[in-house]
């Protein structure tokens, strides 16, 4: 697609209920990344693809957090048993390869855990 | 610890006057700086960047300017307009530094007064 898309754009949820954020990136962009805005916060890193692997996890908040990409194109973001704190705008970006920093950005999924 | 610091969360600026937003950073190792913008509702998107060793890098009405040694960067726009009201966020990273991803401040929200 034109841009990168993200579903769904916004989601709440029972606290201790899993949760499955998904991202589609530009097409041909083999970077991906994760990133999340809590309430007041700048954005959080966490977690970013090159192609299918995920070299790097040590950004994930938590072992409640997981995240996969397959195909080299979608990736989702898992959340097991959300909690209050888990609430904020989760977003997902791409760029053409690792190390290009002009990343584009989703317009992000806005999760409530309530 | 906040490695990338904004330290004005609004800013209110008259339309075709100068807007300059601040960002100050903590880590020596940061070698490319990068300015996001962001609208409510969408994601962000990419407005200019600069790498450590040059000190401006213009791009029609933006300007970057860094200042390593006071490892302090601003954004200049001129002439401010109504549609860059916004968040700007200011962003970098460190070279070889594994995560592959961007450390970004709270961001700082520029409005422009007819």
């Known amino acids: 697609g034109a841009g990168v898309s993200q579903s769904p754009s916004n989601k709440v949820t029972e606290k201790g209920k899993d949760v499955e954020l998904r991202c589609d990136p530009i097409?041909?962009?083999?970077?991906l990344y994760w990133y999340r805005q809590s309430l007041g916060q700048g954005l959080e890193f966490l977690i970013y693809?090159?192609?299918?692997?995920?070299?790097?996890k040590s950004g994930l908040p938590s072992d409640r957090f997981s995240a996969e990409r397959t195909g080299g194109s979608v990736s989702t973001l898992t959340i097991q048993r959300t909690q209050q704190e888990d609430s904020a705008v989760y977003l997902c970006a791409s760029s053409p390869r690792l190390g290009n920093y002009g990343y584009t950005f989703g317009s992000g999924t806005r999760l409530t855990v309530v | 610890d906040q490695q990338v610091k904004q330290n004005s969360p609004s800013l209110s600026v008259q339309e075709g006057r100068i807007s300059i937003l601040n960002c100050d950073y903590t880590?020596?190792?940061?070698?490319?700086f990068l300015w996001y913008k962001k609208y409510p509702a969408e994601g962000p998107t990419f407005l200019i960047s600069?790498?450590?060793?040059?000190d401006k890098n213009e791009d029609g009405r933006f300007t970057v300017f860094l200042n390593k040694s006071a490892k302090h960067l601003s954004l200049h726009i001129v002439p401010s307009q109504p549609g860059d009201s916004a968040v700007y966020f200011c962003a970098a990273r460190i070279d070889g530094g594994g995560a592959d991803g961007l450390t970004f401040g709270k961001g700082t929200h520029l409005i422009i007064q007819p």
């Open positions: 097409s041909g962009h083999t970077a």
């Open positions: 693809f090159q192609g299918n692997s995920a070299p790097d």
């Open positions: 600069i790498s450590s060793i040059k």
């Open positions: 880590n020596s190792m940061f070698d490319y």
